[in-house]
């Protein structure tokens, strides 16, 4: 099973701060790397699908990068309602699924 | 519109079989690209992704649950079942059903979700 790693796995910021996330896969996945942001109570919102394609509504100020085994996701001035937690997912092991294990973004 | 939503029992005792039911719109899963995905998210802790039926009916489970978990689907009143046999309180968990899309880069993703229903395994 390909196991993804996320780090850090929580990270205090502020407000205007530029803030990366790194996901790491145990095998190569090509650009199959998905990013998810959730809210406490709320399900995961998709932000970013194939590594780097950004999803209609989501603000210009996240972005995705990497290929392979080593991906990031940055959020440029962060906003107030960017604190939250964010997932990775690999849909390249199409038999398999896997998320990684969450980065808590919180208020510093 | 798509919509998902989850339903089921809030409580399970232990060894008892749990039985959920995605109810979904806006959507036909028998459109080529469309897949129905369970995934669930114990408290405080991270999402783990649980099995996923394609439009072509092909199923496919998380390997370390596969023997407890089957998904199906009830086309006509547009639902996705999952069971799960014998649970155990470590299944407590907030259940969520996702649609993915596989984009035409050949990639997919769960563009929609459910709001997710909460499941305790308790004596």
């Known amino acids: 099973d390909i196991q993804m790693t996320q780090s850090p796995s929580s990270l205090s910021a502020s407000v205007g701060d530029s803030v990366t996330i790194t996901c790491r896969a145990s095998?190569?996945?090509?650009?199959?790397l998905n990013w998810y942001q959730q809210k406490p109570g709320q399900a995961p919102k998709p932000l970013i699908y194939?590594?780097?394609s950004l999803l209609s509504g989501v603000p210009l100020r996240f972005s995705g990068g990497g290929s392979g085994t080593d991906f990031t996701l940055t959020i440029s001035s962060l906003e107030p309602e960017d604190f939250a937690t964010y997932y990775c997912?690999?849909?390249?092991?199409?038999?398999?699924?896997?998320f990684g294990q969450g980065t808590h973004l919180e208020v510093k | 519109q798509v919509t998902l939503k989850e339903s089921g029992p809030a409580l399970v005792r232990p060894t008892e079989t749990l039985t959920l039911t995605c109810t979904f719109s806006?959507?036909?899963?028998?459109?080529?690209?469309?897949?129905v995905n369970w995934i669930r998210q114990p408290p405080g802790k991270a999402l783990e992704w649980l099995a996923r039926?394609?439009?072509?009916?092909?199923?496919f489970y998380n390997r370390s649950l596969m023997a407890r978990l089957t998904i199906s689907e009830d086309p006509p009143n547009n639902q996705v079942l999952l069971k799960m046999t014998y649970v155990d309180p470590v299944d407590t968990a907030t259940y969520f059903c996702?649609?993915?899309?596989?984009?035409?880069?050949?990639?997919?993703?769960?563009?929609?979700w459910g709001l997710g229903t909460l499941v305790t395994v308790s004596s």
């Open positions: 996702a649609r993915e899309l596989v984009t035409t880069s050949g990639t997919g993703y769960f563009d929609s």
């Open positions: 806006g959507f036909s899963l028998r459109r080529g690209g469309v897949s």
């Open positions: 039926i394609d439009w072509d009916g092909v199923e």
């Open positions: 095998q190569s996945i090509g650009n199959s």
């Open positions: 194939a590594a780097s």
């Open positions: 997912q690999q849909t390249y092991s199409v038999s398999m699924y896997t």
